[in-house]
């Protein structure tokens, strides 16, 4: 190890000391982000509920095309993690950092790409939805096209979050994505109403967030006494050996995310069937239920990070140990958002659409139906962070996809039956349910058979 080139200090070492305490101080910051991510969401949601319901239906459309984003993001992100966090493990920083700068330009590259495809073909892709009011669909469009600026910039942050999260210090992350937040909650009622800008305010402000949050953090890579790199600088040049093994962690991951928003835009494209109404309560309950998306996935990130660096170490006992801690948190925070979901969905609901009594009846049956779902999906998040901390990506991606697949098939049918919008409803937490208990179980059955090690093929 060279001298003055590692800066992952003991404390951020999850190969030793107490698993519980350890996983937990990744897991916290991690949260933390996560909450802040549901800020950014539901402040949007809060402000633009009070403009219109058709206004939270348009963000609500373009926002499917960000979460395709978010999938695309995956291949940096998870790139730089898991390669950071097994190189973490094995005591080989400069392999790691290799990783870290790899994975940083290829994702600026991507996500360059990907905000020209946004801004020039927004037009066709928000005509894809079918959306029967046309001045929904046109504020779809500028949402769309004014978001799509800030995509580069995210996929850039989503890197850096990755390479701390990979070193064990997820506290940095949490502390920008907290500037981020405070941005976009000071500037979106501005931009929304005193300045009369409207649903193009909400995505002015959010861009502007983005913007901010990458520079904070890649002054913090660079120049923060935190950061496992310092005097860390992004280079132009991309090494293939190292852009083969981030692309093959990290496409299955990408291709998973792509592949459930695809279907999801399928079953969005249901939905609008049944009205404006009907987007703005779908709208609105998935921010809700991203109390457990969005938490699972701060754990999942967590598990990724330990157990990763404890498979680069080979302490496969402290894996084992450390999944099965993972779990029983989730089950418990799984059970908490489901009695949430279907006790307090009228409660909940009412906070963002005050006024709006065809969407609230909506919003509650989708909260009611949904909560049935809550606990699988927690497991799921805890399976899915112990397979990629192994640098085991496929496995779980081909669950993923056959589920999300089979959840679209199903809300077609089960929509044309006298359920109509609760049936799609019903599909979504039926596919939910299978694929978190079908995680579970895979990701048991390679532990058992193949054992951590040999749980690579």
């Known amino acids: 190890?060279?001298?003055?080139?590692?800066?992952?200090?003991?404390?951020?070492?999850?190969?030793?000391?107490?698993?519980?305490?350890?996983?937990?101080?990744?897991?916290?910051?991690?949260?933390?982000?996560?909450?802040?991510?549901?800020?950014?969401?539901?402040?949007?949601?809060?402000?633009?509920?009070?403009?219109s319901s058709d206004a939270v239906a348009a963000s609500g459309t373009a926002g499917m095309y960000m979460l395709i984003s978010l999938s695309i993001m995956m291949i940096g992100r998870m790139g730089a993690e898991i390669g950071v966090a097994q190189h973490t493990g094995r005591q080989e920083p400069e392999i790691a950092k290799a990783y870290a700068k790899n994975s940083l330009t290829l994702t600026a590259i991507i996500g360059l790409v990907l905000a020209g495809l946004y801004a020039f073909g927004r037009g066709p892709l928000i005509g894809f939805f079918g959306i029967q009011e046309a001045h929904v669909a046109s504020a779809a469009e500028t949402y769309l096209l004014i978001v799509a600026l800030g995509i580069p910039f995210t996929f850039i942050t989503a890197v850096v979050t990755g390479i701390y999260n990979g070193s064990g210090n997820a506290k940095v992350p949490f502390r920008i994505n907290c500037v981020g937040v405070a941005i976009n909650v000071l500037l979106d009622p501005i931009l929304i109403f005193p300045l009369n800008m409207g649903i193009a305010g909400a995505a002015v402000a959010t861009a502007v967030a983005q913007v901010a949050a990458c520079v904070l953090s890649l002054v913090a890579l660079a120049a923060s006494k935190s950061s496992p790199f310092p005097g860390f600088r992004p280079s132009l040049k991309l090494n293939g050996n190292y852009v083969k093994q981030i692309l093959k962690w990290s496409i299955p991951i990408a291709a998973e995310g792509f592949l459930f928003t695809f279907m999801s835009m399928f079953v969005s494209r249901f939905v609008a069937g049944f009205g404006a109404a009907a987007i703005s309560a779908q709208r609105i309950g998935s921010q809700i239920e991203n109390l457990s998306w969005l938490i699972g996935g701060a754990f999942s990130s967590a598990l990724t990070a330990f157990v990763g660096q404890n498979y680069g170490a080979k302490k496969w006992d402290r894996i084992d140990r450390g999944y099965r801690a993972g779990l029983l948190i989730m089950a418990v925070w799984g059970v908490a958002v489901a009695a949430l979901m279907f006790f307090g969905a009228h409660f909940l609901f009412n906070i963002f659409l005050p006024n709006a009594p065809a969407e609230l009846a909506i919003g509650v049956s989708f909260l009611r139906i949904l909560s049935i779902s809550q606990l699988f999906i927690c497991f799921e998040s805890a399976a899915m962070g112990a397979f990629r901390g192994l640098g085991q990506t496929v496995h779980p991606s081909i669950i993923s996809a056959i589920t999300n697949i089979s959840r679209v098939l199903l809300a077609w049918g089960l929509m044309n039956t006298s359920l109509g919008l609760n049936g799609i409803w019903l599909s979504l937490t039926i596919g939910s349910s299978v694929r978190g208990l079908w995680m579970l179980l895979g990701y048991s059955h390679c532990a058992k058979k193949q054992y951590a090690r040999k749980c690579r093929r």
Request: cysteine-free; aromatic content about 12%; hydrophobic content about 45%.
């Open 1 to 51: 190890m060279k001298a003055g080139r590692w800066n992952v200090s003991n404390k951020y070492n999850l190969t030793e000391g107490s698993v519980l305490k350890k996983l937990l101080l990744v897991a916290f910051p991690l949260i933390g982000s996560q909450v802040i991510q549901m800020t950014y969401n539901l402040t949007d949601m809060f402000w633009l509920g009070r403009l």
